[in-house]
């Protein structure tokens, strides 16, 4: 399949599709952007792979006070209407294709990323170029960073396959999970989250969280702050002095007293 061809169905998918889904909504859309929001912090760095009209870079720049979100897709109209239709100062469109337009990737970022994620796209990407793939994805991210991905199950795929094979689009695959954490490991992708969603049907789709540090570490840094280290030492004697020693009298000496 050429990369003109892709692209041109996904500029004849803006109308066809992705304006409905900016109209009444789609659930399996608010699903996939209610797990990226979990791991989102105010200054995140996200990529936006396959962004379509920018409906989850929009959600996903609401949340941000320091942060920047990237949207790219490999529709130049679908990033001429996220252009037009979401004006938020977090948010950056660029028409690219992931794969054979990276150094324009690398050059529109401005620092390394924090998160990527890819909603329905990773089924879209051909196969034989996803260690291609995750390779370019550990050389534009942050050395603690995440790959968030969200697609159809298995069984899923499968049932449309049999069942209404005009639903998949240009390049539509099975994606077994198996497979996908073996070309991802090499390029230091370990698994974080793997998960069945029901959206219309039962374990109809996939949340699939890849972390590129999986070391153990504290996840809670020594404060720097003055005031906080206050109140952490004052919280630390209160349950030192008050909390560990009534529960001390309440649930041994209280009940082992005869």
């Known amino acids: ?62 949340q941000l006070e320091d942060g920047h979100v990237w949207g790219i897709d490999i529709s130049e109209r679908n990033i001429w209407y996220a252009r037009e239709t979401i004006s938020k100062g977090e948010t ?45 994805f550990r050389s534009i991210t942050s ?23 005009k639903e998949l689009q240009v390049v539509d695959q099975i994606i077994e999970f198996d497979e996908l954490l073996e070309i991802a490991n090499p390029f230091g992708f370990s698994l974080q989250h793997y998960s069945l969603e029901t959206v219309w049907k039962r374990n109809q789709y996939v949340h699939c969280v890849l972390q590129t540090n999986d070391t153990l570490s504290s996840p809670h840094p020594e404060p720097k702050d003055f005031a906080e280290r206050i109140t952490n030492r004052v919280q630390a004697l209160w349950r030192h002095h008050v909390l560990y020693p009534f529960r001390h009298w309440k649930y041994i000496e209280q009940v082992f007293s005869d």
């Not at 061809?5 to 996904?10: G, I, K, R, T």
């Not at 150094?103 to 260690?131: A, C, F, G, N, Y």
């Not at 159809?152 to 209404?164: C, G």
Request: aromatic share 10%.
């Open 143 to 165: 050395d603690q960073a995440i790959v968030i991905m969200t697609y159809p199950s298995p069984q899923y795929q499968r049932h449309i396959k049999k069942n209404n094979p």
């Open 92 to 136: 950056t469109f660029f028409a690219a294709d992931i794969l054979e337009e990276k150094q324009k990737v690398r050059d529109r970022l401005t620092e390394p990323v924090d998160i990527v994620t890819l909603v329905d796209v990773i089924e879209h990407i051909p196969k034989e170029r996803h260690s291609e793939l995750f390779c370019f």
């Open 1 to 62: 399949m050429e990369s003109n061809d892709v692209e041109d169905f996904y500029d004849d998918f803006l109308e066809s599709r992705m304006i409905q889904y900016r109209i009444y909504g789609n659930p399996r859309i608010e699903q996939a952007t209610e797990r990226i929001l979990s791991y989102l912090h105010s200054d995140s760095r996200v990529l936006d792979v396959g962004c379509g009209i920018g409906i989850v870079p929009e959600r996903i720049a609401e």
